[in-house]
T-cell receptor, first 108, second 115 residues
């Protein structure tokens, strides 16, 4: 079955620094979604990428879908304490296969 | 607009007991999903309802799990009898058919602990 892998599993970031989390699928994805789960919370939808090579930005967050539609990345610039949480990639469509997530902690 | 709600928020039971989790999706969302996250691992799909019909239950671990969605509104997930490995957080999510994004709205989850 389809597998979605995420790296790194943990990311400890100095406030103000940038970081990137990567998502790789064993199969081509028709689309990919990103979710964020705050500590003790539930996954909240961030964005969906559909097109090959697509890049979308949300303020300090930049999402990219690979040309082969088998990988994706999330890049956060100038990390803030509000960025703490676990970021999941998932896909595709209705039956979401989640990666294990990247858990981000921030040191002030 | 109310979000997805789940009840209870926490449940602690002993091995062999029965537990029933409830999910109320966002009003008007035909699609309802159950997921489970075991500690430290990925969120795993359990099943998908479209209205009252089970569209896909391929993620259900075994026949100790029974999900229902009578009337196509709220859903229940019963675990009987519960085993230690059933511990985890059970999330419910709903989605509106035909939405421009395939966004799923997650509930707060039910944390199940089996002792």
């Amino acid at each position: 079955g389809q597998q979605v892998m995420q790296i790194p599993q943990y990311q400890h970031v100095q406030e103000g620094e940038d970081f990137t989390t990567y998502c790789n699928s064993s199969t081509t994805l028709s689309n990919i979604q990103w979710y964020k789960q705050r500590p003790g919370g539930h996954p909240v939808f961030l964005i969906q990428l559909v097109k090959s090579g697509e890049v979308k930005k949300q303020k300090r967050l930049t999402f990219q879908f690979g040309e082969a539609k088998k990988n994706s990345s999330l890049h956060i610039t100038a990390t803030q304490t509000t960025d703490v949480g676990t970021y999941f990639c998932a896909g595709p469509n209705y039956k979401l296969s989640f990666g294990a997530g990247t858990t981000v902690t921030v040191r002030a | 607009e109310a979000g997805v709600t789940q009840f209870p928020s926490h449940s602690v039971i002993e091995k062999g007991q029965t537990v029933t989790l409830r999910c109320d999706p966002i009003s008007g969302h035909d699609n309802l999903y159950w997921y489970r996250r075991v500690m430290g691992k990925e969120i795993k799909f359990l099943l998908h309802f479209v209205k009252e019909s089970k569209q896909d239950e391929s993620g259900m671990p075994n026949n100790r799990f029974l999900a229902e969605r009578t009337g196509g509104t709220y859903s229940t997930l019963k675990v009987q009898p519960a085993e230690l490995e059933d511990s985890g957080v059970y999330f419910c999510a709903s989605r509106q058919t035909g939405a421009s994004y395939n966004e799923q709205f997650f509930g707060p989850g039910t944390r199940l602990t089996v002792l």
